[in-house]
């Protein structure tokens, strides 16, 4: 089991990027998929999430209005889309899956984090 992210990098303000994170060993029927970011001496936060079953999203205030959190099912793989971006928003993204059953057993990944650096 693994989620695999990809895609930052180093980008001028007011760019974008596109996170990718790919899943291994499971599907993603019935998860909760979201992203994380982790700034430097700051607690990582949560920032976007979707549910694989209903498609219900949430967006942080942080990146509302600015990012789009998608899922492919076909490809196991969920994104998000990132625009005008900020030097604030330089962070290690981490995705994340989660699942909560009735039974009360409940299944949790990381992905291994994807470096993003806004430049101003």
């Known amino acids: 089991v693994q989620l695999q992210a990809s895609g930052g990098g180093l980008v001028q303000a007011g760019g974008s990027l596109r996170l990718s994170c790919a899943a291994s060993?499971?599907?993603?029927?019935?998860?909760?998929l979201g992203w994380f970011r982790q700034a430097p001496g700051k607690r990582r936060e949560g920032i976007a999430c979707?549910?694989?079953?209903?498609?219900?999203?949430y967006y942080a205030d942080s990146v509302k209005h600015r990012s789009t959190i998608s899922i492919d099912n076909a490809k196991n793989t969920v994104y998000l889309q990132m625009n005008s971006l900020k030097p604030e928003d330089t962070a290690v993204y981490y995705c994340?899956?989660?699942?909560?059953?009735?039974?009360?057993?409940?299944?949790?990944?990381w992905g291994q984090g994807t470096l993003v650096t806004v430049s101003s």
């Open positions: 979707i549910s694989s079953a209903h498609g219900n999203l």
């Open positions: 060993g499971f599907s993603f029927d019935d998860y909760a």
């Open positions: 994340n899956a989660d699942r909560r059953l009735l039974t009360g057993a409940s299944y949790n990944y």
